[in-house]
């Protein structure tokens, strides 16, 4: 595992209970709009097999993820490979789904290699990423960092954050967060995936996040 890879992981083992009144709502929405029911064939692009469970009844899921699970994964598949290289024939599945997943591909042409692999293996997709003018920054749950440059926060995340206080990471492990995040903004997210239906999840009035809801091109 990369230093930068288990930076994440202690992110993601520390929001975990913290993500799930968003992800249970935002499951629900993706469940409605999709009509999605047990035998409808979904492949979860960087998820966990926890996300899951906030479905009273879950798809059949496949999971693609860059490192073997770490817990148990249920009835469902568990796939190692790149999200920019889906393993996978054209329209493989019937939804491309994908949760906070584009923020930690820090590389563009890598995203933009994503984005089109999401809709070349999904008769549909559906892929969601915060966003980045939302006041508070959503791995570290601190408001405003996430707008200063990347070298005060590496001086402040430590110390100034609630994940910070709470894990105490090193310097590695902050610089290993930093060096694979980038949130994306509206017009990021349009341009990955121009034809799609980008949709605003709001907090307090504001827009938390985006997900591009389409259909494939082929």
Not at 38 to 60: H, I, K, N
Not at 121 to 137: A, D, I, K, L
Request: net charge positive; aromatic share 14%.
């Amino acid at each position: 595992m990369t230093r930068a890879t288990a930076s994440r992981a202690g992110v993601f083992r520390f929001h975990r209970p913290l993500a799930r009144y968003f992800r249970r709502r935002r499951l629900q929405v993706f469940r409605d709009r999709f009509q999605v029911g047990p035998q409808t064939r979904v492949l979860d692009v960087g998820g966990y097999a926890y996300y899951w469970s906030f479905l009273d009844e879950p798809p059949a899921v496949t999971i693609l993820n860059i490192e073997p699970p770490v817990e148990g994964t249920g009835s469902f598949d568990w796939v190692v490979a790149d999200a920019a290289r889906l393993p996978f024939r054209d329209n493989a599945f019937e939804i491309v789904f994908s949760n906070s997943l584009l923020e930690h591909i820090a590389d563009d042409a890598a995203r933009e290699a994503f984005a089109s692999e999401a809709r070349r293996v999904g008769r549909h997709y559906c892929v969601q990423t915060p966003n980045r003018w939302f006041p508070v920054e959503p791995h570290l749950l601190t408001p405003f960092i996430h707008f200063f440059p990347a070298r005060l926060q590496r001086k402040l995340v430590r110390n100034f954050t609630v994940w910070g206080w709470l894990t105490r990471p090193d310097l590695a492990e902050v610089s290993g967060f930093l060096g694979a995040t980038r949130l994306l903004d509206g017009a990021e997210m349009r341009k990955l995936f121009p034809r799609a239906n980008i949709l605003r999840e709001r907090f307090l009035g504001m827009t938390k996040s985006f997900i591009a809801v389409g259909s494939s091109e082929k």
